[in-house]
């Protein structure tokens, strides 16, 4: 079957980094993605990774680990619009349906 | 920057009516998707569409549920008889190439 863990709740401070973490299983890996949500709104792609290591866009970052089953992103110099729920994603077919996990939601305080 | 786009927005619907949600997909994508979020749940896949034809759908997309694509940018989500439990934020997504999705801003469906 196909699961994937990620915490519920995180807190983080304005200005700081913190890192948001995944884990998942599955039979069939064919990549991993972050979406951001706002309450109430719709997904945002944040990021895909397909193959081990981190891939950098501005202020957000992704790393996956195939073997571990692993991802995580990391967010860098916290602004109070980053509170949000990051859902982590996988593959769960050949179409690109995606998988997603319950989301985290982040709140970032001042 | 192009971008899905939903209507309505917000839909109230009698237990037992016929809804019809629809959506216009980035114009140059060949993959089209739906996906429901019950409210505090997560976002779950219903079906994906390519080629005129669904292409996968999952456990939730029951006889009640149907997809189609009219002409050559509406893609549409009918529910025949609504039950409270269809009770939902309802997101359209669509794909270039088969892998990254975007998505519309939703509807939000209220079975009563």
């Known amino acids: 079957g196909q699961n994937i863990d990620q915490p519920t709740e995180m807190t983080a401070t304005e200005g700081a980094i913190v890192q948001i973490n995944c884990t998942y299983q599955t039979s069939g890996f064919n990549g991993l993605f972050w979406y951001q949500q706002h309450a109430g709104e719709a997904p945002t792609f944040l990021s895909y990774?397909?193959?081990?290591g981190l891939e950098e866009k501005g202020r957000f970052s992704s790393f996956l680990s195939r073997s571990k089953g692993y991802s995580y992103l990391l967010l860098k110099e916290l602004q109070m619009k980053d509170s949000a729920s990051y859902l982590c994603a996988m593959y769960g077919g050949s179409q690109g349906n995606l998988i997603f996990g319950k989301g985290t939601k982040l709140s970032v305080k001042p | 920057e192009p971008e899905v786009t939903q209507t309505p927005s917000h839909q109230v619907t009698q237990m037992g009516q016929e809804v019809i949600l629809r959506c216009v997909p980035i114009?140059?994508?060949?993959?089209f998707y739906w996906y429901r979020q019950i409210l505090g749940q997560k976002v779950e896949f219903l079906v994906s569409?390519?080629?005129?034809?669904?292409?996968?759908k999952s456990e939730i997309f029951d006889d009640q549920f149907s997809v189609e694509r009219p002409d050559g940018s509406n893609f549409t989500l009918k529910i025949r008889s609504t039950k409270l439990e269809d009770s939902a934020m309802y997101f359209c997504a669509s794909s270039q190439e088969g892998r990254v999705a975007f998505f519309g801003q939703g509807t939000r469906l209220t079975v009563v």
């Open positions: 569409f390519y080629n005129n034809e669904i292409s996968e």
């Open positions: 114009s140059n994508h060949l993959y």
């Open positions: 990774n397909v193959l081990d």
